[in-house]
């Protein structure tokens, strides 16, 4: 009880009211933007699809993590040759796609 009452006194001491104007809460971007600007900016297609990309390959890489684990358990040949296609049909994507030029950031 008395640890209660130490803290709810130590907060009223350091809480202090924020000072915010009225004028920027009443528009409708609260985030920065002006409403009488241009709101939408022209955004990169090469950005998005590299971020596509990334998140492919990063749940491919999510999936091989059962398979290791399964491969530390048990040694089978069937799951090293189930591991070794995953794999190469994760290289052969990622090669199509720096072949495509959607990997590289700077363009030519």
């Known amino acids: 009880m008395i640890l209660c009452i130490i803290l709810q006194i130590v907060y009223f001491f350091t809480s202090f009211p924020q000072i915010s104007s009225v004028d920027e809460k009443l528009t409708s971007f609260e985030c920065g933007f002006d409403p009488l600007s ?4 022209p955004f990169s297609t090469r950005f998005f699809i590299l971020v596509v990309l990334f998140l492919i390959f ?3 890489i999510a999936l091989l993590f059962p398979i290791l684990t399964m491969l ?3 040694n089978s040949s069937q799951l090293g040759v ?8 994760l290289l052969a994507g990622l090669f199509h796609e720096w072949n495509e030029g959607a990997i ?3 363009s030519s």
């Not at 241009?38 to 900016?41: D, E, G, H, L, Q």
């Open 82 to 89: 189930m591991l070794f296609c995953f794999l190469i049909i």
């Open 58 to 60: 990063d749940v491919e």
């Open 104 to 106: 590289d950031w700077v």
């Open 72 to 74: 530390g358990v048990c």
């Open 38 to 41: 241009a709101s939408r900016t």
